[in-house]
């Protein structure tokens, strides 16, 4: 074998093996050549077929590809067989912190290197938002000694950009020697030799303030690297108990009593049980309290136990679930209706269900979380189009026109932090101009939008237009689970390909018949919804004459933006110390620079609650000294 040859096949090798770990997860050092695929490395027939395909969907090969291999090497050869003498043309590039950058990029996206186009636009184009790009970069890092935090040489839009940014960072720190040779990161051996690289830097140490501020955020403990595992929960617990003593994190403070427009929570800082004028919770219609849901539950335990330890498909079925998801489907006016025990577990199931890594899916930056992660679980090309901007959203739409396999557009019907509602008629016209399918999340619409309630496409009169819709009942509807609504065909695809509602037990019966007697509630009472949205222009009115910025809230989430975190939880904190109980919002929540209170109203609060909260949080942004534009 000529040296050609054999640099070639090497290079073969290394570009079969980075695909093999795209389709199973492993990190590429442990896909040894001689492990077999089943007895080593659990690769079973349906995980090979899926290797097979992406294998001759890269190297344009036929169907008969590699059927009989069982081991890496066995599979290389098979490949090489096919490829012959156009082996070469696979060779790696040169550039070897773009290289790093690409092969981290593909662990942390879970993109096939084929979808990986180190020229397109990170968000627009790869659906890779600012804490993926955090653990790329991380992780290139520690491949090349270069540093963790980007210079200011402007946010990178592309993996090329990115490269640059980093090879002229640590160029950089090589020449003014900034970094002592003895507290070097070590470098790859096939990195290129630059001298001293920049160790990256270590979040356990504090960038403290004269005045004794920890400048920290919780972005700074996502990537810390060290052969314990445990290190960075270490790291973080310092920072959290520190925020603590400053009473700046209160989350997950106890209630002890119900959830109504005041509540009796354990403030687990001072030791002390007290009553705050609640503002921190979903109950929007009241129903969590209503007593007709409150006995349905009762009497349905009574009747079939606590719960029915079983999947839907195995013994988890009782006709209270069937009824549950025909209430659904005829509250929503849709055809059909298939229930999963959490509104994340719905978005996880019906993306990852109905999008493959051969499909596209496009999102709104600012997302939930859960919509994100089903895209991530999906392995299809993600597409990030600038939040409620259908500019935009054609752009990403046209770039992708041509793009195999189907196309998904997922946005939030009411965006959980901000408040404000997705444009659903451009978003539908634009899905219709470029044979999208779309999927609307209900959760915060659902009991809100809507003269019933019934969410975002009646809010603006397109019943049946939108093709699935989504929703939890976790909040206006007073229970647990989350439900997706859609054509017969479709829910019933869902229902057998769905893995977290194949694969995991169902809401318990009490629950089922709690929800179902809130929707009777709410279709026999429509005054909820006015009394809500009463509420809602009156505390709205009264914040926006005190000047705050309530970005484009047109739901029952009030936003009173602050942009600055240590300002955000000082505000929070002078809040909660009037006796009202509101959210403090920072990264993750937002992004950092972002943080805000989340204010949210309810048909429970009286005119005097809505009155109180308003001189409340105008006294405390007074105290604190939070912007305002009536200043």
Known sequence: MTELESSALAALHSQVVRIVAECTLYDESYLQPDLHFEADLGIDSVILESILASLREHFGLSDGLGERATTVRELVSAVAAEVGTDAAAWADGPDTVLSALVAAALRQTQYRSDQLDVDAHLERDLGIDSVVLTAIVAEAAEELGAPRALPDSGEPTTLRELSTQLTAALAREVRDGTVPAAERAPQRTDAPVLGTGGAPADPAVPTVTEDGWDGRSMKDFLEERDSDLFAKTRSFGAYLRRREDDQLYWYGMPLHSRCENRAVIFDELTGQKREFLMFASNNYLGLANHPKVIEAVCEATRSYGATHTGSRFIGGTNMLHKELERRLAAFKRRPACIVYPG?????????????????????????????????????????????????????????????????????????????????????????????????????????????????????????????????????????????????????????????????????????????????????????????????????????????????????????????????????????????????????????????????????????????????????????????????
Request: proline share 3%; charged share 25%.
């Open 343 to 631: 509104g994340y577990a719905a978005n996880l199931g019906a993306i990852s269900a109905l999008v493959k890594s051969y499909d596209t899916l496009v999102a709104d930056k600012l997302n939930h979380m859960s919509i994100l992660d089903g895209a991530k679980l999906s392995g299809a090309a993600r597409r990030i189009y600038q939040h409620n901007d259908m500019a935009d959203l054609e752009r990403v739409l046209k770039r992708g026109a041509d793009s195999p396999g189907g196309t998904l557009i997922v946005a939030d019907g009411v965006f959980s932090m901000h408040g404000d509602v997705c444009d659903l008629p451009s978003i539908l016209r634009l899905a219709r101009n470029y044979g999208a399918r779309v999927l609307i999340d209900d959760a915060h619409a659902t009991g809100v939008l809507g003269a019933r309630g019934s969410g975002t496409s009646e809010h603006f009169g397109l019943k049946g237009e939108v093709d699935l819709e989504l929703g939890t009942m976790s909040k206006a509807l007073a229970g647990m689970g989350g439900f997706v609504v859609g054509d017969e065909e479709v829910i019933e695809y869902l229902r057998y390909y769905s893995n977290s509602y194949v694969f995991a037990a169902n809401i318990p019966a009490g629950v089922a018949a709690g929800l179902i007697a809130a929707i009777d509630v709410l279709e026999a009472e429509p005054e909820r919804v006015k009394r809500l949205w009463a509420n809602i222009s009156a505390l709205r009115a009264r914040l926006l004459e005190s000047g705050f910025d309530l970005e484009n809230s047109e739901s029952a989430i009030l936003p009173i933006r602050i942009g600055d975190e240590r300002l955000a939880m000082e505000m929070g904190r002078a809040v909660r110390a009037r006796g009202l109980f509101c959210q403090t919002v920072v990264f993750p929540g937002v992004p950092l620079g972002d943080a805000r209170l989340r204010v949210s109203v309810t048909c429970e609060h009286t005119p005097e609650d809505l009155e109180l909260a308003a001189d409340v949080f105008l006294d405390a942004a007074r105290e604190t000294g939070v912007p305002r534009a009536d200043r």
